[in-house]
Nanobody
Framework: QVQLVESGGGLVQAGGSLRLSCAAS????????MGWYRQAPGKQRELVTT???????NYADSVKGRFTISRDNAKNTVFLQMNSLKPEDTAVYYC?????????WGQGTQVTVSS
């Protein structure tokens, strides 16, 4: 059973930065998509960003220009660099890795941005 372990969440001031990491417990089928989702209190989960095995990325309009996703395939890890954070970014962030063979989710890490 593959586990995705997230780290890097915390409390930051508006305008600050935070870097999230998500590492898989074991090697994964190489052709996959890694991404980050978030869920704010009382709201539905939303896509934040994804990155394919080939390096193609996409971002939700709300985070474009502020967040950057990257991956290290050798370490089975995906990162999310969050800059210029806003209070509306406050949410539980979940990492995800999916392929034809699987769809795994992390346990979530809390990100709180104070005004």
């Amino acid at each position: 059973q593959v586990q995705l372990v997230e780290s890097g969440g915390g409390l930051v001031q508006a305008g600050g930065s935070l870097r999230l990491s998500c590492a898989a417990s074991q090697s994964l089928f190489s052709i996959n998509v890694m991404g980050w989702y978030r869920q704010a209190p009382g709201k539905q989960r939303e896509l934040v960003t994804t990155i394919t095995s080939g390096g193609s990325t996409n971002y939700a309009d709300s985070v474009k220009g502020r967040f950057t996703i990257s991956r290290d395939n050798a370490k089975n890890t995906v990162f999310l660099q969050m800059n210029s954070l806003k209070p509306e970014d406050t949410a539980v962030y979940y990492c995800n890795v999916r392929s034809i063979k699987y769809d795994y989710w992390g346990q979530g890490t809390q990100v709180t941005v104070s005004s």
